[in-house]
Each structure stands twice: as C-alpha cells, then as structure tokens.
C-alpha cells in the first residue's frame, strides 16, 4: 500500500508519491525529453493507478498539449471510481509556428481562463483536481489580478485546488493575501535542496500542501543512470545540455547515486526509491512528483511511498552528500 497525506487544507488526500508527465509530452519541443511512445506512456499510468498511485500531474506546456492528451487517454480507459486525481499547470505559452522557441511567462486573467478551458477539453475532465501556476509570470501582470482569477475558477467549480509552482515566499504571501494557497509544487531533490531553506517552513506553517517535483533529479540519482545514457540521449532531450547532466556537477552526483546503492540493497528497494523517500522526510513535504514512461520504471520508484528512513539512514545519506558534494542546500531535517 501506498501511504497518504493531506494536502494542505484543500481536502484532498494523496498518495504521498505521484505520476509526473512531463517525459509523457515527447519531444519537439524546448523542454522535451525525445522521443516518447503513447501508448507505452498509457500503460504507465494505467500501471501506476494499479500499484496504488492515486493523482497524476501534468501541464499544458509538457508537448504542447500532448501530454495532457495522453494523460486524458489513459484515464479514460480506468473505471470511473478508481480514477486518480488529475493536477495540471497554465502560465506557459507557447508558439504553435515556432515548437522549438521557449514558452512566454504569461499570466493574464483572460489568459489563465483560456488555458484551464483548454486543458478540460484535452483532459476529457469536468473540473481539474489541482490548478496551478507553472511559473512567476514575466509580463508585468501584479500576481494579485492572476490569483484572483484562479480564485474565480474555484468559486464556479472548474477546478477544486488551486496552487502554484516556482514561486518565491515574497509572490506565495501576496497570493495568500487574497486567497489561501492550497498548494506549492518546488523542485526539491538531494541534489536541489534549497527549497528546504525557506519554502519548506513557509509551507508548514501556513497549512498550504507540498507536492515536489525531480526528487530523482530527472533521472540521475536512479539505479541504471549512467555517462553513456547522456551520451546517446536525443538532442532535443533537454537533459543532455542542464548541469546536472555536464561537469562539473555530473561527477559529484554520480558519486552521490553510487553511495545510495549500499543502503538501497540493505532496504531491498532500488536508489529511486530511497532518493524520492528522503523527500518526503522533510516537514511540509506531502508528495513527490516522480516521472516514468514505461511501467517498469513505475516499480523503480513506487516502494518510495511506503518506505520509512529511519534515522540512521537518514545520517547515511546526510554522510554521503557531504562526502560527495552533491548540490547545494541544507542536509538535515
């Protein structure tokens, strides 16, 4: 069994591990991950929902509306009463003409309620579990006028939550200002720590949920990453050009992944697991978005959400990193 917490106040309860999409949307465009199999995608998420996953999280922006055309595809095909939680994203624009041009940071009124209109149609949904922002808008609209219309859209029940993603604890208190912020969707990973600092506590204190994305750092900290799967990656998988997949942070997160293996065959469970499990030791943290495009891959991470660190564990793994050097931020709970 999958373990669950509240998220947030906003009533929902979710398996403390999620399916994320974004590998789901292909490739083709800025952020792509290449090539990526349909139906191989639907039998992820079928797969997913059967081992006790009970929300995916997609956004418009993943392929250009593709990935919640496949998502809408494979939740279509599950009995309506086992149907897991759908939470998507708006904020991001894209340019039909040109696929390969990064998306505007755009998060107009109008805008926002055509995006949510749009992603209901490619959802095949009547309402969105959880609608949030993907990132800070760029435009110069005040985020007071954007979060009043998410707002509005939970007044007139086409989305249930509302949240936000990439947002700072200046942008989180003004949003909180006009309307509670149900949930925060940071990066956070053993890597990636920083979100630990300030966002983490900010979370926990205000009663607003937290759902983490790349707890396995896109794929590094997973027991079979190697240099040559960089090596033969797409060129539009747009891993092959980010930090932590060039030196000189490769090597060091490498080193880090490695020290995991010991105490993963201790556990019995594989280093995806335990890397998204020590996610969801820290205060605040409710779930952990975690990526798959095939099934097998579903098995590597899903221990993670009944998989308990204990402390000593915890010390390990604290040891390791520091030892390695891996990423920045706070170590410890």
Known sequence: MVDTRDLGTSGLKITT???GSWAVGGGGWAFGWGPQDDAESVRAIVHAV???VNWVDTAAVYGLGHSEEVVGRAVSGIATGDRPFIFTKCGLIWDGANRLAPARRVL???????????SLRRLGVERIDLFQFHRPDESGVPVEDSWGEMARLADEGKVRAIGVSNFDIGLLQRCESIRHVDSLQPPFSMIHRGSASELLPWAAAHGTGVIV???MASGILTDSFSRERIAAMAEDDWRAHSDNFTEPGLTSNLALR????PLAARLHTSVSAVAVAWTLTWTGVTGAIVGARRPDQVDGWVPAGSL???PDALEEIAAAVERTGA???PIRA
């Open 213 to 215: 994305y790349s707890p």
């Open 17 to 19: 591990v999620g399916f």
């Open 108 to 118: 107009r009124p109008e805008t926002i309620r055509a995006e949510c209109e749009a």
């Open 327 to 329: 990423g920045s931020g």
């Open 50 to 52: 059967e081992r006790g």
């Open 258 to 261: 490695d020290a995991l293996k």
């Open 308 to 310: 308990h660190l204990a």
